[in-house]
């Protein structure tokens, strides 16, 4: 089903509720996940009808529950700016390959709706279902399904070959590291969606990952590698490059100091944050793409070269 126009204009926003969340007040839980509203401005939205838990109306004080669905329908709210010029660099009738800004929302997320790389595509193609997706402060390449039966044959088959990634980082790194171990959630920060690397299997919920770096230069005070996926979770280069002491430059959430991430949110970072950062944004960015096109069966590569050098002072 093609997304009508009515969808691309009005946002509508879906949490459920996990473990982590059940046994809070609404109130609460808005405040410390979305932080870009304070509290009195959370109590005004939810006052006007704006936000429901499980399709019925909600206050301030509802005490959410395991798997409740918390929806939030905003009007046309003013979104921070981004970068909105992709360039489509493969197009046929089935899908594109899309390099992606580096300050640029993939999906609708916090303030950001038409702000958004699939708002821009919906609007221009219809209906569009990312194969692959980057955070949104990674550039570079990603491949995006025009029909569900295209996406429906990447869900089903293991077509992406290979996935290299550019990437910058703190310290002078070895001249190649293949990192295998385990990817799991970073107990020990602040920000919920932090993860850890290590070698060692932990006694805690974890995935298997696996990242070869190899180094592309160093100048003795940053390095820049090319970092081969072999697996594909959540965060894998950045978690596994933080948890190795070299974090990438420009990151706030793995890099120097995770509070920079927190700062970000509520639009809060200093001019020595920024200093300490190096970077606007996270040096990383999806280089090469080889994947087998889910319908006519050749093999497809693609490559888009990004350096970060010149701009780390």
Same mark, same amino acid.
């Given at each position: 089903? &093609? ?8 946002? !509508? ?60 329908q905003?009007g046309?709210?003013?979104? /921070?700016?981004?970068? +909105?010029?992709?360039?489509? #660099? *493969?197009?046929?009738?089935?899908? +594109? ?10 999906h ?6 038409k ?26 390449? +990603?491949?995006?399904?025009?029909n ?7 869900? &089903? ?10 990437? +910058? ?6 001249e ?14 602040? #920000?919920? !969606? &932090?993860?850890? *690397?290590?070698?060692v ?20 005070v940053y ?16 978690a ?15 890099g120097?100091?995770?509070?920079l991430?927190?700062?970000?949110k ?7 944050? @920024? ?18 096109? /889910? ?9 888009? @070269? @990004? ?7």
């Amino acid at each position: 089903m &093609k997304h009508t126009p009515e969808s691309l204009q009005r946002r !509508k926003v879906r949490s459920t509720v996990d473990w982590s969340s059940a046994g809070q007040i609404l109130i609460n839980f808005l405040c410390s996940r979305f932080p870009y509203r304070d509290r009195n401005g959370w109590i005004s939205v939810i006052e006007n009808g704006e936000i429901s838990i499980n399709g019925k109306n909600a206050l301030p004080e509802s005490i959410l529950a395991m798997h409740d669905i918390i929806e939030y329908q905003p009007g046309d709210l003013p979104e /921070p700016p981004a970068d +909105m010029d992709y360039e489509i #660099v *493969f197009e046929d009738d089935d899908l +594109m390959v899309i390099d992606k800004p580096g300050n640029l929302c993939v999906h609708p997320a916090g303030p950001f709706f038409k702000h958004t790389l699939w708002h821009m595509l919906c609007s221009k193609y219809g209906d569009i279902h990312f194969i692959n997706r980057l955070d949104r402060e990674t550039s570079g390449l +990603m491949i995006a399904a025009k029909n569900k039966q295209t996406a429906s044959i990447f869900a &089903k088959k293991d077509l992406i070959l290979k996935k290299v990634y550019t990437v +910058m980082v703190y310290g002078v790194f070895p001249e190649t590291l293949r990192a295998s171990g385990f990817i799991y959630k970073d107990y020990n920060s602040a #920000v919920r !969606k &932090k993860r850890s *690397f290590s070698t060692v299997q932990p006694e805690v919920p974890s995935e298997s990952a696996e990242t070869l770096f190899e180094l592309i230069s160093s100048d003795g005070v940053y390095s820049t590698l090319r970092a081969t996926l072999f697996t594909g979770r959540m965060h894998q280069i950045r978690a596994t490059l933080c948890s190795l002491g070299y974090p990438v430059v420009g990151d706030k959430l793995y890099g120097p100091d995770e509070s920079l991430y927190l700062k970000q949110k509520t639009e809060s970072l200093t001019e020595d944050d @920024k200093k300490l950062l190096v970077l606007p944004r996270q040096a990383l960015h999806s280089s090469e793409l080889h994947f087998i096109h /889910p319908l006519t069966g050749v093999t497809l590569f693609f490559q888009v @070269k @990004k350096s970060f050098a010149k701009k780390a002072k």
